[in-house]
């Protein structure tokens, strides 16, 4: 049972462009959120987080916005650049400590 | 400061096979967590170890074990190995137990096929 979901596999979007990844999870118990950025043949790194007091964080060109009715958690990367280029994991963690992950975003940004 | 490191970095196994992958976590971290990630199920975590003892489980079969020493490398054991194994095994290392995320360092990953 996936209780982190991220539907889109892959998403192109164009230099200077906003790039927008969505996750979606099932679990109400979740209290913090995460995005990671994974480069081929290395670990996921971390990005950036969000408590489930918060609706918002940034950090530079990363911000990540949670709504918690909708179960929703998003990235959006503005502006975008060629360097993004990854495959970004969005993750939950339950009050437990336990991750769960969604199945990853691959991210192209065209030059 | 070195990063996670795990050996080996490709792995050939073939069905009913046991095999063995270690994690070294950063210098002065505890904690060691497994993790696998295949394409269409994205990263799960396995399970977690802090001083030497196993604190988190997540929900895999009992072919899949490890285990921690003292020096706080870790190592992940699967026994029986069937076709459905092969996946890329990470393990991240954080200097407190189960720390949010943000205080977890992955390394490079064993990518493992079973044949």
């Known amino acids: 049972d996936q209780q982190v979901k991220q539907n889109s596999p892959s998403l192109s979007v164009q230099e200077g462009r906003i790039s927008i990844l969505n996750c979606d999870y099932t679990n109400s118990m979740f209290d913090y959120f995460l995005w990671y950025k994974k480069y081929p043949a290395e670990g996921p790194t971390f990005l950036i987080s969000?408590?489930?007091?918060?609706d918002k964080n940034e950090d530079g060109r990363f911000t990540v916005f949670l709504n918690k009715s909708a179960k929703h958690l998003s990235l959006h990367i503005v502006p975008s650049q060629p360097g993004d280029s990854a495959v970004y994991f969005c993750?939950?963690?339950?009050?437990?400590?336990?991750?769960?992950f969604g199945t990853g975003t691959s991210l192209t940004v065209i030059p | 400061k070195a990063g996670v490191t795990q050996t080996p970095r490709y792995l050939i196994k073939t069905r009913g096979q046991q095999v063995t992958l270690s994690c070294s976590p950063i210098s002065g971290h505890r904690s060691v967590s497994w993790y696998q990630q295949t394409p269409g199920q994205g990263l799960q975590f396995l399970f977690e170890?802090?001083?030497?003892?196993?604190?988190n489980k997540g929900n895999f079969p009992g072919r899949f074990s490890g285990r921690q020493f003292s020096n706080s490398r870790s190592e992940m054991n699967v026994s029986t190995l069937e076709l459905g194994d092969s996946a890329l095994y990470l393990c991240?290392?954080?200097?407190?137990?189960?720390?949010?995320?943000?205080?977890?360092?992955f390394g490079p990953g064993t990518r493992l096929t079973v044949l």
């Open positions: 170890y802090f001083s030497e003892t196993q604190r």
């Open positions: 993750a939950a963690i339950t009050p437990g400590n336990q991750f769960y």
């Open positions: 969000i408590s489930s007091i918060k």
């Open positions: 991240a290392s954080s200097p407190i137990l189960s720390g949010t995320g943000d205080t977890q360092y």
